[in-house]
């Protein structure tokens, strides 16, 4: 590794292949276990196309995705970390939508939910400007692109706060869902003997030029699966307040009771506004 040019190439490859090789020693790897390992890397890349990413899938499964985040966010301090995992269905270029829209585009099963959220800065000053793009499963588990029933971008929408730094939006309360397990994944998951579920939630990305891109999901509160999700994202600060109503007036004309509602707030602190690849087309 001496000879790369990148001082930070150099440190990140001089530590992986270290790693590598106590790895190997530690476990007195076969050649029958290394080839077993080198078929799975394999077929993770072959898993992966436009529409579906193995290998983000891989590292949210083994912790590594969480670890990361938790070492890039939350400055190490006594608050919790705002930030959770960005995981394998964030879709660039979701639909421009109104504050209070809805982001339900194709008839979508489950009660309904209105949110409204707030984007603050580390002093509690409001966040105007703050493009939030929210996406999440439907409450049969499949985001969009997973499920021909659905119309291209549903439940995802894209929307900026306003000078108060608020933005809303109208959709169904989430569901628990399995992440795919028709892969590499899904059969290191049945090795382990280990489910494959996420605790319901949605996802939010927050991007202003001069703030650090939050990029977070908010978890429903009652879920069975908050202390075992597959891809270890849960922080107590993340699970929200979805608050169930049985009766009174609804918040929209035609609204079947029971709907929920959800009230978050957001900080975000001042850095780099670094927008992650998006793992999908
Ligand atoms: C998700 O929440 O969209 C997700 C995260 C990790 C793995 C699979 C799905
Ligand atoms: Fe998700």
Known sequence: MAGADNPRLREIAEAFVRHMHAFAREVKLSEHEYDIGIDFLNRIGQATHDAHNEGILFADAIGFSTLVCLMNNGNGGPTETAAA?????????????ESGASIVRSPTPGPDLFATCQVVDTSGAPVAGVTVDVWQASP??????????????????????????????????????????????????????????????????????????????????????????????????????????????????????????????????????????????
């Open 85 to 97: 995992l960005l995981g394998p269905f964030w879709r660039a270029n979701s639909p421009v939508t």
């Open 140 to 281: 049969i588990g499949l985001y969009e692109n997973q499920d021909e029933t659905q119309a291209d971008m549903n439940l995802r929408g894209r929307f900026t706060t306003d000078a108060e730094g608020r933005f809303a939006f109208r959709s169904v309360k989430p569901a628990g869902y399995p992440v795919p397990t028709d892969g590499p994944v899904g059969e290191m998951l049945r090795a382990q003997h280990r489910h494959p579920y996420r605790p319901a939630h949605v996802h939010f990305l927050g991007y202003k030029p001069g703030y650090k891109t939050l990029i977070t999901q908010v978890f429903v509160d009652d879920d069975e699966h908050l202390e075992s999700d597959a891809v270890f994202g849960v922080t107590r600060a993340l699970i929200g307040d979805y608050r169930r109503h049985d009766g009174g007036t609804p918040p929209a004309p035609g609204v079947a009771a029971p709907w929920y509602t959800l009230s978050y707030r957001f900080v975000m602190q001042r850095g780099e506004s670094i927008l992650p690849k998006p793992p999908i087309k």
